[in-house]
């Protein structure tokens, strides 16, 4: 059943791979280096919020091996070629086969943060998503004021197709930005 999703990915200067039982030292470095980012996007990124571990790192690549293996979903690390370092994650963390939706959430490492490398990986698994499951509608959601994460879906070729309020307390409320590639774009379907 694991087919259908690659295992690893090369890009120019990554290779994108499964999470592995292993891993999880690796994945906890980088959280920590970057969790005070992470934390800035509670909606995107709930785990973040959490009190983290070398333990919950470790479960969360066991986890996400099981679900790539499963088909369930499309999980990638980002390995940074020249120095073998961990740099982030990638994949697509909800995938809904009956209604052909697949939605990609990522996140960069900080000391790999400001190198196009978030830009990378979007393009190398978008391309690697169109080519597994032609006609799969590809959408990602970011928080307006993520400009970085804006400016990744922008130039990896994906288009705002609506925004959103959503609630975060009491009377106050986000805007949401819907992006989308794929058949959202040809057949007007919204995000």
């Not at 990124?45 to 959490?50: D, I, K, R, V």
């Not at 996400?64 to 499963?70: D, E, G, K, L, Q």
């Not at 197709?161 to 919204?190: C, F, M, N, P």
Request: proline share 5%; aromatic share 10%.
């Amino acid at each position: 059943m694991s087919d259908v999703f690659s295992q690893l990915i090369e890009t120019p200067r990554m290779w994108l791979r499964c999470p592995l039982p292993g891993d999880g030292e690796a994945v906890y470095a980088g959280v920590l280096e970057t969790l005070v980012q992470l934390r800035q996007w509670p909606e995107s990124l709930p785990w973040a919020q959490n009190e983290q571990s070398p333990r919950l790192s470790e479960d969360y690549c066991q986890t996400c091996y099981a679900a790539w293996v499963m088909r369930v979903t499309w999980p990638m690390l980002m390995i940074d070629k020249a120095s073998d370092q961990f740099a982030g994650t990638v994949g697509f963390h909800h995938i809904d086969w009956t209604n052909q939706r697949w939605e990609l959430g990522y996140w960069c490492r900080l000391a790999f943060q400001g190198q196009g490398r978030m830009t990378e990986a979007v393009k190398a698994l978008t391309d690697a998503a169109t080519k597994a499951c032609p006609g799969m509608q590809l959408t990602s959601r970011v928080d307006e004021r993520n400009k970085p994460s804006i400016k990744v879906l922008e130039r990896a070729g994906y288009s705002m197709v609506k925004e959103e309020k959503q609630g975060v307390s009491g009377d106050q409320h986000r805007l949401v930005r819907h992006y989308a590639w794929g058949r959202a774009l040809h057949t007007g379907q919204s995000a």
